[in-house]
């Protein structure tokens, strides 16, 4: 049955820690379908071509990835939900532009984490924005800049690529 496990987990060293370095947005593609994507079995990203990808840095501490598993066992549906906020400080007039275009668009976003984990959301159906906001702050130590929320909904809890995307051939990052 294909739904059979395979292998399982084991107790891992305490060596890892939470939180997102950089990520990579590109405009929408749907990736598994076209000539330009290779995955390995193991849901590796192995080659991307063609397509641009824009890198925002984020600071420490301020951006997160999860994914939720969501199963319904009378529908028979599984998927899961890919939910990525992140923080910039500062604001800028071309930010405004930037939030009105990524609102509007499904990206594809290649999140890079603390530990040089590379996952790819919205692989095949591209993120939304669910939410964010744009905020002046009130005290001189509070936050004067915006936040995005992306959701992704895929059947696949992410793809991964090795760090900084070098699994990955081809991809032009400007």
Partial sequence: MACDLSSGRVVDCKDSVGGIKTVYIGNYADMPSGADWAAAS??????ITA???YQFDVRPETSS???SFQSDPAAGTTFFEQSLSVTFQKLDATDIEDIRVLCQGRPNIWVLDNN???FLL???HGCNV???SLVSGQGFGDLSGY???FVGREANP???AAAPLSGVTNITIP
Avoid: C, E, P
């Fill in 158 to 160: 992410v793809f991964y």
């Fill in 147 to 149: 936040t995005i929320d």
């Fill in 65 to 67: 990835l999860t994914v």
């Fill in 51 to 53: 397509q641009t990808f």
């Fill in 130 to 132: 669910q939410g964010g």
């Fill in 122 to 124: 919205g692989a095949v």
């Fill in 116 to 118: 040089d984990n590379v």
């Fill in 42 to 47: 193991n849901d590796t990203v192995t080659a």
